[in-house]
């Protein structure tokens, strides 16, 4: 059976300072693929303009998440780092995805209804659409595996289904073209254009909590900065923050099961065992029963020692934006050539004129 050739790819919003929620739940685990696997990673500005349309501040908000990528070990030559909107076949392929995409799937979707909040009728096309763009920037390269948070699950869910519909509405043509790849849904094998991406959603931090509310995601748009650790954070910072921290005043159990019902002390079990690689059990080992007057201490200590290199080199690159721009560049050239590649085979199968 001929199958799709593995690829990974995953994007990033230049929508505030990266955190330690995306760090963990995403980068590392970018820089770690790049060992088995051919990577596209993407600074995807276009999804931006979804929640804020005027940004004072875009181009230095794309070229910090580029220098926070090949910072925390992307390398730029072997794999490709680009901006989304270099590549002006992801939004072409956002259209036609749009065309196949029901309204009803991006109604129910937790992040547009959080985002939108009370006021729908007054949210933009775009955050409604948003997985639709999603999901083009994924399937324009045939990528098969995603690297994200825990957050971007439904997601990808849905880049799934988005793939199956068109697979399946153009399937005589494909068949006839001769576009098609061999695939198993369940225990059927059929033949597709589009992959069924699989997510990849892995390790002890796949979902990093506030640090002020054990219950909410870590996120780049909490109006408290005291909510997350941001990759520039310097040493002093990061302990302040760790240290203001919100916990319960009971000990660290001495048992893992004595962590439930405890949504802040198992955050912070799970950054600590994260950034330290290691089982949260191990974590339990060493600090079970000790106050977070000691744990936190030593978590910030850990935090520095692994987030300051990474904050140092983000710093250095950042002085250079040409450097930047120049990678940028480079990228969106050759990722712009795999999606043409691409977005010609649609056009045939859709059926546009493109002689
Ligand atoms: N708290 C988190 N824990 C683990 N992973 C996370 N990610 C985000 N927050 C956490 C993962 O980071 C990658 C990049 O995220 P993004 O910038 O594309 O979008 P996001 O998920 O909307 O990130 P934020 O920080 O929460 O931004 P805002 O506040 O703008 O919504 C993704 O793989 C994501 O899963």
Redesign the pocket.
């Known amino acids: 059976m001929s199958s799709f050739k593995p690829l990974v790819f995953?994007?990033?919003?230049p929508?505030?300072n990266l955190?330690l929620?995306?760090y963990?739940?995403?980068l590392r685990n970018f820089v770690a693929l790049q060992a088995s696997h051919d990577c596209i990673y993407c600074v995807?500005d276009m999804h931006s303009l979804t929640?804020t349309l005027v940004h004072d501040d875009l181009v230095d908000q794309t070229r910090s998440i580029t220098a926070a990528f090949l910072a925390s070990g992307i390398d730029p030559k072997k794999h490709i780092v680009f901006n989304q909107s270099r590549v002006p076949q992801h939004a072409e392929l956002a259209w036609i995805f749009n065309c196949v995409a029901r309204i009803g799937w991006m109604n129910r979707m937790t992040q547009f209804k959080d985002k939108a909040g009370k006021d729908r009728e007054n949210a933009s096309l775009g955050l409604l659409a948003y997985p639709s763009l999603m999901a083009a920037d994924i399937l324009v390269y045939r990528a098969t595996h995603v690297p994200?948070?825990?957050?971007?699950k439904q997601h990808l869910e849905l880049t799934r289904d988005i793939a199956q519909k068109f697979n399946n509405d153009f399937s005589a043509r494909i068949a006839e073209l001769g576009y098609g790849t061999e695939m198993k849904v369940g225990e059927e094998v059929v033949n597709g254009f589009f992959p069924l991406t699989e997510p990849l959603i892995e390790g002890p931090?796949?979902?990093?909590m506030s640090l002020r509310d054990g219950t909410k995601?870590?996120?780049?748009?909490d109006p408290s900065d005291l909510a997350r650790i941001n990759l520039t954070d310097d040493a002093d910072a990061i302990a302040r923050k760790i240290k203001k921290a919100k916990t319960d005043p009971e000990p660290l159990p001495s048992e893992l099961q004595g962590l439930e019902n405890r949504p802040e002390a198992q955050n912070l079990v799970g950054i600590y065992a994260a950034l330290a690689e290691c089982s949260r059990e191990d974590v339990i080992a060493e600090f079970g029963g000790q106050q977070f007057s000691v744990f936190k201490p030593a978590l910030a200590e850990l935090a520095v020692e692994k987030l300051s290199p990474i904050a140092a080199e983000m710093r250095r690159i950042q002085a250079d934006p040409a450097y930047i721009d120049g990678i940028l560049r480079d990228g969106g050239e050759r990722a712009g050539a795999l999606a043409e590649e691409t977005m010609k085979k649609v056009h045939e199968i859709v059926g546009l004129l493109t002689n």
Do not use: E, F, I, Y
Not at 217 to 221: C, R
């Open positions: 995953s994007g990033v919003q929508t505030g955190h929620g995306n963990l739940g995403a995807v929640a994200v948070g825990d957050d971007q931090a796949t979902r990093v995601k870590m996120s780049k748009s």
